[in-house]
């Protein structure tokens, strides 16, 4: 696939944002599920401190973090999403502060404020990102020196564009069994491919796979340490979407969830 321009990938959020929004509201089972409980935990997120919401969609994670207390600055480079998000945000209006924002803008994401965040979070965002170097060099210098950043993706090694989700079934001495597997094709250099997020959006977005060593690698090389990490899966399935759903799939995490911090000054 020929590399999309940073327009063309702005473009389809920005279609797809009013449906998005109406669809996820305040979020769908993947994110109250897989992704806010592990986000929450490894973030920690205490009354008064102030984060910083990369990508922040519909501003979902936002407002779950002002409900915990704390002061939330949020962007998205989707105008339309963060429309969505505003009307969203009824309660504790005060405590979160919404901008259009590109994370691949360098000078713009400093404007944010150095030294102003106790912490930033980003949840399932960083595969949609067509660069990831900007945001990998900007935020050690928006965080304190004691800060964190959590960051959920689409986990690399299991769910990532080149994924097919099978099923099989077998004759186990009489049992018939259904066998769920992954199958990933690619893996070990970053490619792009357009996908779909959630089933009947109107137009596909780009996803930016990354292997695990060209993800963390820009947060590493600008002097941030990995110091937490989880892998998350659903346990019981729901049947609700359809049999090939990641629900089927305990033992396989579609999501992967990591803690970076400021390594510390010798
Ligand atoms: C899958 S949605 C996740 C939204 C939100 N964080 C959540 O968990 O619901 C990905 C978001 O990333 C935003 N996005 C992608 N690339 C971006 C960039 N370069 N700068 C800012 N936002 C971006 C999209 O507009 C979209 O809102």
Not at 25 to 44: S, V
Not at 258 to 264: D, E, N, S
């Amino acid at each position: 696939m020929t590399k999309p321009t940073r327009d063309e990938v702005r473009a389809a959020w920005e279609t797809n944002a009013a449906w998005w929004d109406d669809y996820y509201k305040e979020g769908n089972d993947f994110h109250l599920t897989l992704i806010a409980p592990p986000t929450e935990r490894l973030l920690d997120a205490r009354p008064g401190e102030t984060i910083l919401d990369v990508a922040c969609g519909n501003g979902v994670f936002s407002r779950r973090m002002a409900g915990l207390g704390a002061s939330v600055v949020a962007f998205d480079f989707s105008e339309t999403f963060i429309e969505c998000a505003r009307k969203r945000t009824i309660e504790r209006v005060d405590r979160i502060e919404y901008h259009v924002l590109n994370a691949t803008d360098r000078s713009a994401l400093l404007s944010l404020g150095e030294g102003r965040f106790d912490a930033a979070v980003c949840t399932m965002a960083i595969m949609d990102m067509a660069e990831i170097e900007p945001l990998a060099e900007v935020l050690p210098r928006l965080l304190k020196p004691s800060g964190r950043f959590v960051f959920s993706v689409m986990h690399p090694c299991f769910n990532n564009p080149s994924t097919r989700m099978c099923a099989e079934q077998e004759d186990r001495g009489g049992d018939l069994r259904t066998v769920r597997t992954v199958k990933v094709e690619q893996y070990m250099k970053p490619f792009s491919a357009k996908g779909i997020g959630i089933v009947g959006q109107p137009v596909p977005q780009t996803y930016f796979h990354r292997p695990l060593h060209a993800l963390l690698e820009p947060f590493l090389r600008n002097g941030l340490v990995l110091d937490g990490l989880e892998e998350t899966a659903f346990t019981a399935p729901s049947n609700a979407r359809g049999p090939l759903s990641w629900d089927h799939y305990p033992e396989i995490p579609p999501v992967l969830v990591v803690r970076l911090r400021p390594a510390l000054r010798r």
